[in-house]
């Protein structure tokens, strides 16, 4: 039984670990939160849990993290204990715990009427603890059952399903085509959002209980499918959705023109110290990024630290509003507009805006200006954009480096040259229940079969595909399964 403090939420304010002052962390790629917190503090924002009969704030959580039971005993100074609680969902707390938008604290009870439990800088300060303090130590299987399973693709969702698998007892290799393991992770978002150190021990944990990892190994390139599937009792492909989008509007050819991808991974390149072909920099110009989301705010945090003269954030979409609509109640997910960390450290943001051309206007194949349409959208029932009104012409953005992050199209599969893989309509590849491709022992995990997507749900996939490829290799599994798999997964149907 819980022995939390049942008013803890009338005696505390919510107090966060809280971020580092804006201005002064963009002169640095340091991390952007606070470097420091107190254990003290945490156990009381912890007391502020009210361990509700029905835990929302678990609902919102895509891993089902066991939080009434980790802000309990975080509460009681347990912290060893809550580390193990932690780890019973979720084999990279930290991962989450730095990078996660938190879906949990929307929905936790409190949130329909005062301010939410601090879930995320507790999951931080609980896992922060457990590398300090020693405890997080490498756990290899003591038996091995004998089978090989390849893992394509060193994201948090290969990264997870290897240790499951590898804890099952199977010998798990990871292939990745980059230099260095982790995915997004190591590639993508930015070193002061996620410290890359945190990742290589990881990576460190999983060798030592028994993984091996093969970088630079583009599979269908270097190494084909096939060979893998000979080579190995089931293939997962865990390859990520980093398709980017485009626009294909007049002057797309013009130089100064990048994908916010490529500018985010040179940068993740150069602060390691690594060669970068042509890396584009930011200093003294004028930044445009087009596309109001999560890459996009990376690329204009990216842009303050390299020095830019000013930077624009256009969304395509209006500004969402203050407060949460009618139809958009608690625990619902609010729709309401967030200042992003970005914009909190400067820059300006657009919105309703779409692109009609990229201009150069002194004619030295760069670009100098955007234009602009000011434009309004008829949606269907689903909130999806349907048609296009346009409202204003002709509206002019001077612009010397433009950075498209509106947003990816799916997984690479081309370069695994491999017909018998089928997308969905949504481009993503196509599973059954139990994360099977259309190729028999051909797993499926991550944003490779969500689409693009957030750390917290790649670990869940990782870890659910490994239940799944377990039990079709022993006929039944006793890995846990995450939220989105209550039920066990069925026995293997005559393969
Ligand atoms: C810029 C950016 C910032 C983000 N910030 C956040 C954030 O703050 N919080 C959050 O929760 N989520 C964030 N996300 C989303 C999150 O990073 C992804 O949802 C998550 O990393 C998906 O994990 P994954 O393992 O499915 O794929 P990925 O992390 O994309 O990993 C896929 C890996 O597969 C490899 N691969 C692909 N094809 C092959 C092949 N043929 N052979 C070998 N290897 C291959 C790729 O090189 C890559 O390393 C961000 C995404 C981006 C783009
Ligand atoms: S993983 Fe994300 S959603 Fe789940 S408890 Fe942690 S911060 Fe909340």
């Known amino acids: ?66 939080i009434p039971e980790w802000n309990d005993l975080v509460y009681r100074g347990l912290w060893e204990e809550a580390l193990a609680r932690l780890h019973a969902t979720n084999n990279f707390p930290e991962f989450t ?4 938008p938190a879906p949990c604290e929307p929905a936790c009870t409190l949130a329909s009427n005062d301010d939410a439990v601090t879930i995320k800088d507790i999951e931080r300060a609980i896992v922060d603890m457990g590398w300090e303090k020693g405890w997080i130590v490498p756990c290899p299987p003591t038996q091995r059952t004998g089978k090989r399973v390849a893992i394509v693709g060193s994201g948090p969702a290969g990264l997870a399903a290897a240790q499951q698998l590898n804890r ?5 290799t990871v292939f990745e085509r980059d230099d260095v393991i982790g995915g997004l992770m190591v590639y993508g978002i930015p070193d002061f959002k996620f410290a890359k150190h945190m990742v290589a021990r990881r990576v460190q944990q999983l060798r030592d209980e028994g993984i091996e990892f093969r970088a630079g190994v583009n599979v269908g390139v270097d190494v084909p499918l096939a060979e893998l599937q000979a080579d190995f009792d089931a293939v997962c492909l865990a390859i990520g959705a980093l398709r980017p989008r485009d ?67 256009v969304s395509i979409n209006p500004r969402a509003p203050e407060e949460r609509p009618e139809d958009n109640p608690w625990p619902q997910q609010p729709q309401t507009y967030r200042r992003t960390y970005a914009i909190e450290e400067g820059g300006e943001e657009a919105f309703s805006l779409n692109v009609a051309g990229f201009v150069d206007t002194d004619g030295d194949g760069r670009v100098n200006r955007i234009d602009f349409e000011r434009v309004d959208w008829k949606r269907d029932r689903y909130g999806r954009r349907t048609e296009k009104i346009v409202l204003e012409s002709g509206i002019e953005q001077p612009a010397d480096l433009v950075l498209i992050a509106i947003g990816f199209e799916g997984p690479e599969v081309a370069p695994l040259r491999e017909d018998r893989l089928a997308v969905t309509e949504r481009k993503v590849l196509d599973t059954d229940a139990r994360k099977m491709s259309s190729i028999p022992g051909v797993f499926v995990a ?33 890995l846990p399964p995450s939220l989105q798999t209550p039920n066990p997964p069925s026995p293997p149907r005559g393969l």
């Not at 640095?28 to 503090?41: M, N, P």
């Not at 042509?278 to 990216?302: Q, S, Y």
């Not at 749900?457 to 377990?470: F, L």
């Open 1 to 66: 039984m819980s022995e939390n403090h049942p008013d803890g939420f009338l005696l505390h304010p919510r107090r966060t670990i809280g971020y580092r002052e804006a201005r002064s962390r963009t002169r640095d790629y340091q991390q952007i939160y606070a470097f420091e917190w107190d254990s003290r503090e945490l156990s009381t924002q912890g007391q502020r849990c009210m361990d509700c009969g029905v835990p929302t704030c678990m609902g919102g959580c895509p891993i089902g993290n066991l």
């Open 97 to 100: 715990g730095y990078t996660c």
């Open 168 to 172: 099952a007892g199977h010998a798990v």
């Open 247 to 313: 626009v294909s509007v007049p002057g797309r050819h013009l130089q100064g023109i990048l994908f916010g991808m490529e500018y985010l991974t040179a940068e993740n390149r150069r602060q390691a110290g690594r060669p970068v072909d042509g890396v584009a920099d930011a200093r003294g110009k004028r930044v445009v990024v087009l596309g109001g989301g999560d890459t996009g705010a990376d690329c204009v945090a990216t842009a303050h630290r390299q020095g830019a003269r000013e930077v624009v954030q």
């Open 446 to 478: 991550g944003d490779a079969s969500r689409g693009q997507s957030i750390v917290v749900w790649a670990i869940g996939e990782g870890r659910d595909v490994a239940r799944q490829i377990d039990a079709w290799l022993m006929g039944t599994s006793r």
